[in-house]
C-alpha cells in the first residue's frame, strides 16, 4: 500500500477507514473511504456527498468498516448502519444521482405506432 | 451651518463637487465593523461589510459560509469543536 501523508498523520488511509469531515458545506459528518485516488485524495462516501476529498480535509477514526472498492452508497449506507450511525438522510437526498442509477427513458411509443401503419 | 445631527462624526462624509463647480459635503450611514471569529477573534473571511440595511436585503448564501458555524467561528476553531465532539 501507498505511504500516504508523511509526518502529518501517521494513521494510513486505507479503504473502509471511517472519517469525519472538517471542510466545507458536509463538515461535522460521517463518511468512509472508498477507494484511493493517489497520495493525498481519496473517494468519500456516507452522510456527505460521495466526492473526492482531500486527506488533510478528513478526521479519521479508530473503526475500519468492511467494504469492498468502489462499493455502492446503499452498501456503504448498510454499512455505517452496522456500525451503530446514524444516517442523516437529508444528506443522503441532496446527493446527485449518478448516471448508472438514472434510469434510461422507455422508447417513444410514437415510432412503435409508426411501424404499425406500415 | 451645518444641521445640529450632522454636526457629530457618526454619519460618513463624503465630498464632491457638483456640476455647477460648488463643493458640497454628503452625509452617509458607516458601514457594519469587522466581523470576528467568537472563539479567537481573527476576522472572519467571506463576510461582505456594507451597510446594514443594505446586508439585510442579501440573500442568506451569500451572507456568510455555507458550513457548520459559518459566520461565527473561522475554519481553524471550527475543525477544533468537531474533533473534541468525536474524541
Given amino acids: 500500500m501507498q505511504q500516504m501523508h508523511e509526518g502529518k498523520d501517521k494513521r494510513k488511509m486505507e479503504i473502509g477507514r471511517l472519517c469525519v469531515k472538517l471542510a466545507g458545506r458536509d463538515a461535522g459528518s460521517e463518511c468512509v473511504v472508498v477507494d484511493i485516488i493517489d497520495n493525498n485524495n481519496v473517494l468519500v462516501d456516507g452522510n456527505t456527498r460521495r466526492k473526492k476529498c482531500n486527506i488533510m480535509h478528513l478526521e479519521p477514526l479508530d473503526q475500519v468498516l468492511k467494504i469492498k472498492k468502489n462499493a455502492s452508497h446503499d452498501d456503504v449506507i448498510s454499512a455505517l448502519e452496522k456500525a451503530g450511525i446514524k444516517i442523516n438522510k437529508k444528506g443522503s437526498s441532496r446527493r446527485k444521482e449518478t448516471k448508472a442509477e438514472k434510469k434510461e427513458p422507455e422508447e417513444k411509443p410514437k415510432k412503435a405506432k409508426a411501424k404499425a401503419k406500415k | ?87
Avoid: Q
Avoid at chain 2, 1 to 23: A, C, D, H, L, Q
Avoid at chain 2, 55 to 68: A, G
Fill in chain 2, 1 to 87: 451651518m451645518v444641521e445640529g445631527k450632522f454636526r457629530s462624526r457618526t454619519k460618513r462624509r463624503i465630498f464632491i463637487k457638483t456640476p455647477g463647480g460648488k463643493n458640497k459635503i454628503l452625509y452617509k450611514k458607516r458601514n457594519m465593523g469587522k466581523i470576528t471569529c467568537a472563539n479567537c477573534g481573527k476576522e472572519l473571511h467571506g463576510m461582505p461589510r456594507m451597510v446594514k440595511n443594505a446586508f439585510r436585503n442579501l440573500p442568506k448564501t451569500k451572507k456568510r459560509p455555507e458550513r457548520p458555524y459559518g459566520g461565527n467561528l473561522c475554519s481553524k476553531c471550527m475543525r477544533e469543536k468537531i474533533k473534541e465532539k468525536w474524541k
